[in-house]
């Protein structure tokens, strides 16, 4: 167990819709990443956070934002939900200035938009 | 803008078999990661690499790291079925902060 958690694990939309998506991370991991996993794909990043500010952005519209919180949990936020959309978001936490190895990826959210 | 390329992407062995997969990246780097995702599942970190010529060795699965040739290899020794899994490489740029991964590599191992 990596001490990251998100949900829901699984979500059904519709296009046009709206969808916020949970990260729970690891005590003391001030940062933390979103990445898109399409079907039959490596994860691509979409952001970073720490301190509660983006410092990290990937090829991703602005309709795709997020939030992070002082409590080390965190919120990827998607408006106007299209059909491409539908993958598997994976959250990764770390405490900044620690090595990458240890960062830590949640089980990840299932999202289907129909 | 830093690339990573897998080959081959996919790959079926019979138990017992040797096979070796390569990840190439386009620009410098000062650390790359192997990752192995069961179907369904998240990430599991597997190797991290950090120096040009490091290996690292975990069962039958050997990883290396050439910085020069901006490459590393996942060697895989006599196969086993439970080796059967999505491999991804990723690496981090030079003062990145995110991991670019490459597409992975999908791995049957057929008794």
């Known amino acids: 167990e990596t001490g990251v958690t998100q949900s829901p694990t699984h979500l059904i939309k519709t296009r046009g819709q709206q969808v916020t998506l949970r990260c729970s991370s690891q005590?003391?991991?001030?940062?933390v990443s979103w990445y898109q996993q399409a079907l039959g794909q490596g994860p691509q990043f979409i952001f970073q956070?720490?301190?509660?500010?983006?410092?990290g952005r990937g090829n991703f519209p602005p309709r795709f934002s997020g939030l992070q919180f002082p409590n080390y949990s965190s919120e990827l936020n998607v408006n106007a939900l299209e059909l491409d959309d539908s993958a598997l978001y994976l959250c990764a936490s770390r405490r900044v200035g620690a090595s990458w190895e240890t960062q830590y990826f949640g089980p990840g959210t299932r999202l289907l938009v129909l | 803008e830093l690339k990573v390329e897998q080959n081959p992407l996919f790959l079926s062995m019979q138990e017992g078999k040797n096979y070796t997969i390569y990840c190439n990246y386009s620009?410098?780097?000062?650390?790359l990661y192997w990752y192995r995702q069961d179907p369904g599942k998240s990430l599991e970190s597997l190797f991290v690499l950090l120096s040009n010529g490091a290996v690292k060795q975990e069962g039958r699965l050997m990883a290396s790291l050439d910085t020069k040739a901006r490459l590393s290899t996942l060697h895989i020794t006599a196969a086993v079925h439970d080796l059967s899994a999505t491999y991804f490489c990723a690496v981090v740029a030079l003062y990145g902060n995110k991991l670019v991964f490459g597409a992975g590599t999908i791995l049957r191992v057929k008794s």
């Open positions: 620009t410098t780097s000062d650390r």
């Open positions: 956070y720490y301190r509660e500010e983006e410092n």
């Open positions: 005590s003391g991991h001030n940062t």
